[in-house]
DNA sequence: ATAGGCCTTCCAGCCACGGGAAGGTCAAGG
DNA sequence: CCTTGACCTTCCCGTGGCTGGAAGGCCTAT
């Protein structure tokens, strides 16, 4: 397969490949012209770091990730600590972003919105509740 | 005030004042030695520009904010779309997320975490339910 | 005089790509 | 055989919002 081909078929840019590629995630044979030549293999790869990374996955984690994929003498407690930590974070950033649009929609509510300069919403960035 | 104070009392890392100024953010003054000199205004600025990056808008809302907040003949109901717009992001960002925590833990909880090979996590990650 | 703690600018890097230029290659149609 | 157009390649720059560090100037206290 071409690039064009595994960019459908694994719903991957063809430039995030070429990028995958670049980082070493991947390494696909290249035919006598130039052009990468993707084996089912590589798709495969591509796919799991597609579905990787949609999960959220750094970069880093998906590298970690693959190599235990192919280790087959891995331990599952590797893969399962690996996705813990990142579901901590996944928590952590949830709580941050709840707490952002709680604030938020609070401050929204209490904005008339209309053609009045007054605004809570201003006077809460500037530090002066009545504002 | 030197940079080091309106740092301290912003709560606002100095490099990142520098880089406000650079983008136009704020224009402190300066002492006939090239240091920066910060009067209370700029100070009031920077703690505005602090709350509101804390609340997750960028910095391109923060400048238009700001303007707002100097325009003193602005409508509420100016603000209260860019808060409102700002709300719907962060909406459809929690929704993201809570829905690779979800499948996440699923995962995590399937998965064994002892010394075997056999793992829930990279069999769905590799799209092959059982492996 | 010197030490150290400020301050300045500039350059580079982070993450995970995306856009676009300049140029090579291939298959189909006239 | 030639052209067209759809591929493919590499290379470099830009994104957002900083952060780190180097090289050098300034200021105060001892």
Not at 39 to 62: M, N, Q
């Amino acid at each position: 397969m071409n690039i064009k081909d595994v960019a459908e078929r694994s719903g991957l840019p063809a430039k995030t490949i070429r990028y995958y590629e670049e980082i070493g995630l991947i390494r696909p044979a290249r035919a006598e012209n130039g052009y990468r030549h993707f084996a089912e293999a590589d798709l495969h790869k591509l796919t799991f770091l597609g579905r990787a990374r949609s999960l959220g996955f750094s970069i880093g984690d998906c590298r970690t990730l693959l190599a235990l994929y192919e280790d087959h003498s891995r331990a599952s407690a590797d893969v399962k600590r690996l996705a813990e930590d990142h579901l901590d974070r996944i928590d952590r950033k949830l709580a941050e972003l709840a707490a952002m649009r709680d604030t938020l929609a609070h401050l929204v509510r209490s904005c008339a919105g209309d053609g009045r300069p007054d605004c809570p919403i201003l006077a809460d960035l500037a530090g002066t509740p009545d504002a």
